[in-house]
């Protein structure tokens, strides 16, 4: 069997007399398996997801492949599954693998389950409220930061239920006919071994426990159904980079389209970063196969895009030379979740440029911006967007992120605020956060199924915690790759990685412009400490400039020195504005006193408006 996975948080070991009902359901192919619970709702019929029937890599197992066992305590050889052979595995005829809809299958076994092995439980069709207690069901790790820390028993969560308001602003399209939704209290949680496990309720004063709801997941990639936690503080189906809009093509021109594909798979699918001539950096899990080995060499693809490769005569990256995992990774927790990927040869600028990491202060409130490729409609299977997305996050608090993942570490890990529908997920691992996408744990034969859910926080690598380990492995300087907040230099006008200067917290450029309007000019100015990248800082100027709502195309920002006249339409004319784009300096004019007073209340925190004498060309 393999190796455990992060289960139930924040739980207790359940009582004996509890759970009568509980499967615990293992499919295995070729020493792989993976494992899921369920429920028995009659003599010999388990009701478990939908997606626990599947393989890695696709397929749906075979009844001789389904191993039972009705226990409270986890299984740890194969003659410890006591239940009947599996007859029949029936899965709901409306299942989407990919957005993981109507995720229940039932499994028939060849005989009815004795009365002293396990008791069917009723389905519940009452209301289910925000009163009503619920309590969810599993086995597995208990500390995701500590993979030994696994729990030979079946462990139970209390949990609340979500109001039907909360649960849709949480995701717009949630059908309370068809799902339960709850409100995700700190540090408690259910995850992916858990799948197909009950959701129970009390009835009777309390007397008699009854099934509410089977546990699922948000969506991830067909390949690898089984992976995802509905992460402490939040719940529900979620899209991939959502909330976000097409990147620009000036943008991430260091992003890299990563590829793994073993004989026996369908591949899968991870972002990463150039930050070397030959180096991409990526997540530790992007380099390993649904079964749990490392990709070869030759398995991996690189390409340099912003179109999602759809054949692989599309990989124009140089062949893969080696393959270099962080040697602490580890694959249960995704702690220390990167690798290098060495190319034969380096990339030609033209196809892409390396990028600095940041070494800097990452404070709560800054503003973040991450990117991949991916499905944009967790609904619809084939809203698979053809072009490279961006998504505008925004730190947050190390209180925050331990309030919801105690074993969060500010040193190793970044953490976002989770604003609602805008997240990263499993196609994005990898790719960047002005470090390197990753996410909170995840099964070690799914590694890259997690999203982090709108409403809650997602985790990201801290890139610059792993400098050394970098130079170490490439024989780079320091200085070549990595950038900080300090004294700014002369350096050439294309690298990106300056610094503001230091004797001037505003700083903002005298613009002149032409505009139909002769109320005087405002100009949008960024905060140095705001802005630790030129992607940050474009990122939080984006952010600002949407709320100007009668904008219809927010300028693209050269990164140059000299100032940029830049059309933006409005209204359906055209004002012309004049951009400084000097570092991380950003200045937007804006030609109307009244929305430049607008921005100032909306601005996020670390930028502000200044005004600015302009006068009108004559």
């Not at 009835?203 to 008699?208: H, P, Q, S, T, V």
């Not at 509410?212 to 980079?241: E, H, K, M």
């Not at 992120?401 to 074993?407: D, F």
Request: aromatic share 6%.
């Amino acid at each position: 069997m393999t190796a455990p996975v992060p289960r139930i948080a924040g739980g207790v070991i359940a009582d004996k007399d509890d759970f009568e009902f509980i499967a615990f359901v293992y499919g295995q192919v070729l020493g792989t398996g993976s494992s899921c619970t369920g429920s028995l709702i009659g003599p010999n019929v388990v009701l478990t997801a939908g997606h626990c029937v599947y393989t890695s890599s696709g397929s749906m197992y075979m009844t001789s492949q389904m191993n039972v066992a009705f226990t409270h305590t986890k299984p740890t050889t194969m003659s410890d599954f006591t239940g009947p052979a599996v007859k029949e595995i029936i899965v709901n005829p409306n299942f989407n693998r990919s957005t993981l809809s109507n995720d229940l299958a039932l499994i028939i076994l060849e005989s009815d389950i004795p009365s002293d092995i396990a008791t069917p439980v009723k389905i519940y069709t009452g209301a289910i409220t925000t009163s009503t207690p619920l309590t969810a069901a599993g086995f597995g790790i208990t500390n995701p930061s500590d993979s030994s820390s696994v729990s030979p028993n079946l462990m139970k969560v209390d949990l609340v239920a979500g109001t039907t308001n909360y649960c849709k602003s949480i995701w717009s399209s949630f059908d309370p006919s068809k799902l339960i939704c709850t409100n995700g209290a700190a540090g408690k949680d259910t995850c992916s071994g858990d799948s197909g496990g009950p959701l129970a309720t009390r009835i009777n004063n309390g007397n008699d426990i009854v099934l509410a709801g089977i546990t699922s997941f948000a969506p991830v990639t067909t390949n690898n159904p089984d992976g995802l936690c509905a992460q402490a503080g939040s719940t529900g189906y979620y899209p991939r980079v959502a909330g976000g809009v097409i990147a620009g093509k000036n943008d991430f021109k260091f992003i890299a389209f990563v590829h793994g594909q073993a004989s026996d798979t369908d591949g899968s699918s991870c972002a990463g970063s150039l930050i070397g001539p030959n180096v991409v950096l990526t997540a530790g899990h992007c380099v390993y196969t649904p079964s749990g080995s490392m990709c070869m060499t030759s398995q991996m693809d690189v390409a340099f895009t912003h179109t999602k490769s759809a054949t692989m005569s599309d990989f124009n990256g140089p062949a893969v030379k080696e393959i270099i995992v962080n040697p602490n990774f580890d694959r249960s927790t995704l702690s220390n979740d990167l690798a290098l990927i060495i190319l034969e040869s380096n990339v030609p600028s033209k196809l892409a440029t390396p990028v600095k990491i940041y070494t800097g202060t990452i404070t709560a409130s800054m503003s973040l911006i991450a990117a991949g490729f991916g499905s944009i409609d967790p609904k619809n299977s084939s809203s698979i967007s053809s072009n490279l997305m961006e998504v505008d996050l925004v730190a947050g608090t190390s209180d925050h992120c331990k309030s919801i993942r105690n074993w969060f570490d500010p040193v190793k890990l970044i953490c976002t605020n989770g604003a609602a529908r805008k997240d990263t997920c499993s196609g994005d691992s990898g790719g960047p956060l002005a470090t390197l996408t990753s996410s909170t744990p995840k099964t070690a034969n799914n590694p890259s199924g997690l999203c982090a859910q709108a409403g809650s926080t997602g985790y990201y690598v801290r890139a610059s915690h792993y400098i050394d380990w970098i130079v170490k492995q490439t024989n780079f300087d320091v200085e070549s790759i990595s950038v900080a907040n300090k004294t700014n230099s002369d350096d050439d006008d294309g690298d990106v990685g300056g610094n503001l200067d230091s004797d001037s917290d505003i700083y903002y450029a005298q613009t002149n412009f032409d505009s139909g309007s002769s109320s005087g000019a405002s100009a949008l100015v960024a905060n140095k400490k705001a802005l630790s990248t030129s992607a940050l800082g474009l990122a939080a100027i984006r952010m600002a400039a949407k709320q100007i709502k009668d904008i219809k195309n927010f300028l693209e920002v050269t990164r140059r020195k000299d100032a940029t006249n830049v059309r933006v339409k409005k209204n359906g004319s055209v004002v012309k504005f004049k951009v400084r784009c000097s570092r991380y300096l950003y200045t937007l004019v804006v030609a109307d006193a009244q929305k430049a007073g607008k921005l100032r209340q909306s601005l996020p925190p670390g930028l502000q408006v200044n005004d600015v004498s302009a006068k009108k060309k004559k």
